[in-house]
């Protein structure tokens, strides 16, 4: 397979189980999250800071992995008010 998939917040959490998921169906992985020298990642893949605010950053994800960006992941939590 020749698919790369861009996560965010792919360190922990949903992030990094949506990640474990992808790798193990063959996606090469492209993965942002804030602190990439804290990353405990268990298998091969690209890492790199990332902001969600920042219009470059889904970019900076396709420079970083060498190619165009298969599908790209956002998981996130909002705590309800």
């Known amino acids: 397979m020749n698919k790369v998939a ?4 792919a360190n922990r959490g949903i992030g990094l189980a949506v ?21 405990q990642i268990p ?3 690209f890492t790199f ?5 920042d219009p470059l950053s889904p970019a900076l994800a396709s420079e970083i992995a060498g190619t165009r960006i298969s599908c790209r992941v956002r998981p996130f939590f909002r705590s309800p008010m």
């Open 19 to 39: 990640a474990t998921e992808l790798h193990r169906r063959g996606y090469r992985l492209s993965l942002g999250m804030r602190d990439p020298s804290s990353a």
């Open 49 to 53: 800071a990332y902001e969600a605010r």
């Open 43 to 45: 298998f091969d893949a």
């Open 6 to 9: 861009m996560i965010s917040g």
